[in-house]
C-alpha cells in the first residue's frame, strides 16, 4: 500500500512540479493523501523549520527596507573602519578605535562581519613566521573586539578560514594543490575556536554549476574540520570580479535561474546566507538599486518558496 502510495506521490510530483511553486506543491499533496512520511530529504527539512536566515549585506542607494521581505541586517566592517587612511595596516587596529566600533555596533545588527583580508595566512612554507604572526593579528584583533561586544555575534569574512583559493578548492582531493590548500585550513583551528560564526564566501568564477557546487561543498567541508558554529556564506549574484573568472565573465549578473540555484543549494547545507554586491567597480561607486533586476525577484521567490522566517 505504502509503494502505491509512494507511486502516486511521485506521478504527482512530475506533473505538478514547477520550480517556483516546489515546496508548496510537494507539501500540499502529501497533506491531500494524507500521509505522514519521514522527509530525510535536505531541502524538506530546512523547509519545515524556515531556520535558514537571510541577510542584506548589499550597498546599493536607494534600497527597500529588506525587513519586509523576511532579510535581516548585518553589519560588515571594512578595512577603513578599522584604519585611518596612510595608517599602516601590517599591524592590528589601534585599540582605542576597536573598543569604540565594538561598541557602537554591538546590538545594532545580530551579526557582525569583520572584513580584513590581508594579513596573509597561505603559501611561504620557508617562512612559516609569517602565517603564524597572520594569524596572531586576527585572533588578537577579535578578541579585543569581542570583549566589548557581548551582543551580537561576530565572525570574520570568509577569505581567512576556509582561505579563498578557488583553483585548489575544486582540485582533486588527491592533488598536491588540494593537499596544500587543505593543510594551509588546518592552521586556523586556533581562530575557528574563537569566533561567534563562520561567512565563507562561495562567489561565482565560472558558468559551470557543478564546479560552483564542489568549490562551495570543499570549503564547508574544510570549515566543518575545525568549526562546529553556525555558517552563512557570502554569495554575489554577479561574477568574480578578476581572475579566476574568465575575462568575458566579469562583473556580469548571474542568469536568474544559475542565483535561484545557488540559494536553494545554500539552503541544504548552511545555515543562512549574506547577499553582498551593489558596488560600481568601474565608477567606485555604490550602485543605484534596481527593483526589476533578476537576482531580486529570484531572491524574494526563494524567500516566499521556502516559507522563511527570519524572525529571529
Same mark, same amino acid.
Given at each position: $500500500?505504502?509503494?502505491?502510495?509512494?507511486?502516486?506521490?511521485?506521478?504527482?510530483?512530475?506533473?505538478?512540479?514547477?520550480?517556483?511553486?516546489?515546496?508548496?506543491?510537494?507539501?500540499?499533496?502529501?497533506?491531500?493523501?494524507?500521509?505522514?512520511? %519521514?522527509?530525510?530529504?535536505?531541502?524538506?527539512?530546512?523547509?519545515?523549520?524556515?531556520?535558514?536566515?537571510?541577510?542584506?549585506?548589499?550597498?546599493?542607494?536607494?534600497?527597500?527596507?529588506?525587513?519586509?521581505?523576511?532579510?535581516?541586517?548585518?553589519?560588515?566592517?571594512?578595512?577603513?573602519?578599522?584604519?585611518?587612511?596612510?595608517?599602516?595596516?601590517?599591524?592590528?587596529?589601534?585599540?582605542?578605535?576597536?573598543?569604540?566600533?565594538?561598541?557602537?555596533?554591538?546590538?545594532?545588527?545580530?551579526?557582525?562581519?569583520?572584513?580584513?583580508?590581508?594579513?596573509?595566512?597561505?603559501?611561504?612554507?620557508?617562512?612559516?613566521?609569517?602565517?603564524?604572526?597572520?594569524?596572531?593579528?586576527?585572533?588578537?584583533?577579535?578578541?579585543?573586539?569581542?570583549?566589548?561586544?557581548?551582543?551580537?555575534?561576530?565572525?570574520?569574512?570568509?577569505?581567512?578560514? %576556509?582561505?579563498?583559493?578557488?583553483?585548489?578548492?575544486?582540485?582533486?582531493?588527491?592533488?598536491?594543490?588540494?593537499?596544500?590548500?587543505?593543510?594551509?585550513?588546518?592552521? $586556523?583551528?586556533?581562530?575557528?575556536?574563537?569566533?561567534?560564526?563562520?561567512?565563507?564566501?562561495?562567489?561565482?568564477?565560472?558558468?559551470?554549476?557543478?564546479?560552483?557546487?564542489?568549490?562551495?561543498?570543499?570549503?564547508?567541508?574544510?570549515?566543518?574540520?575545525?568549526?562546529?558554529?553556525?555558517?552563512?556564506?557570502?554569495?554575489?549574484?554577479?561574477?568574480?570580479?578578476?581572475?579566476?573568472? %574568465?575575462?568575458?565573465?566579469?562583473?556580469?549578473?548571474?542568469?536568474?535561474?544559475?542565483?535561484?540555484?545557488?540559494?536553494?543549494?545554500?539552503?541544504?547545507?548552511?545555515?543562512?546566507?549574506?547577499?553582498?554586491?551593489?558596488?560600481?567597480?568601474?565608477?567606485?561607486? %555604490?550602485?543605484?538599486?534596481?527593483?526589476?533586476?533578476?537576482?531580486?525577484?529570484?531572491?524574494?521567490?526563494?524567500?516566499?518558496?521556502?516559507?522563511?522566517?527570519?524572525?529571529?
Amino acid at each position: $500500500m505504502q509503494l502505491l502510495i509512494l507511486s502516486i506521490f511521485s506521478s504527482l510530483c512530475c506533473i505538478c512540479y514547477q520550480k517556483a511553486n516546489y515546496i508548496t506543491i510537494h507539501k500540499n499533496i502529501l497533506i491531500i493523501l494524507g500521509i505522514v512520511l %519521514p522527509l530525510n530529504n535536505s531541502v524538506y527539512a530546512a523547509s519545515a523549520d524556515n531556520t535558514f536566515r537571510v541577510f542584506d549585506g548589499t550597498q546599493y542607494i536607494n534600497r527597500p527596507d529588506m525587513r519586509k521581505y523576511g532579510i535581516e541586517n548585518i553589519t560588515i566592517l571594512y578595512g577603513f573602519n578599522f584604519w585611518k587612511k596612510n595608517e599602516n595596516q601590517d599591524f592590528i587596529p589601534n585599540t582605542k578605535r576597536l573598543i569604540k566600533l565594538a561598541r557602537k555596533y554591538d546590538g545594532k545588527s545580530k551579526m557582525i562581519v569583520l572584513d580584513i583580508e590581508h594579513w596573509t595566512v597561505q603559501g611561504h612554507p620557508l617562512r612559516p613566521w609569517i602565517i603564524n604572526n597572520s594569524i596572531d593579528k586576527y585572533i588578537k584583533t577579535f578578541n579585543i573586539f569581542k570583549a566589548h561586544a557581548k551582543i551580537s555575534k561576530i565572525g570574520y569574512f570568509g577569505g581567512i578560514f %576556509p582561505i579563498s583559493n578557488y583553483k585548489a578548492s575544486i582540485a582533486n582531493k588527491e592533488s598536491t594543490e588540494y593537499r596544500t590548500w587543505e593543510k594551509d585550513n588546518s592552521k $586556523m583551528a586556533g581562530l575557528a575556536k574563537i569566533v561567534d560564526v563562520a561567512f565563507p564566501s562561495v562567489y561565482t568564477y565560472s558558468d559551470d554549476i557543478k564546479l560552483w557546487e564542489k568549490s562551495f561543498l570543499a570549503k564547508v567541508e574544510q570549515l566543518r574540520t575545525k568549526y562546529t558554529g553556525e555558517i552563512f556564506v557570502f554569495l554575489w549574484p554577479q561574477y568574480f570580479d578578476h581572475e579566476p573568472t %574568465p575575462e568575458h565573465l566579469q562583473l556580469k549578473f548571474i542568469p536568474a535561474d544559475f542565483w535561484y540555484h545557488q540559494l536553494e543549494f545554500a539552503q541544504k547545507h548552511v545555515d543562512g546566507v549574506v547577499i553582498w554586491g551593489g558596488w560600481n567597480f568601474k565608477k567606485w561607486k %555604490p550602485r543605484v538599486w534596481d527593483k526589476t533586476a533578476e537576482w531580486w525577484l529570484e531572491t524574494k521567490n526563494f524567500i516566499k518558496n521556502y516559507e522563511l522566517n527570519t524572525s529571529k
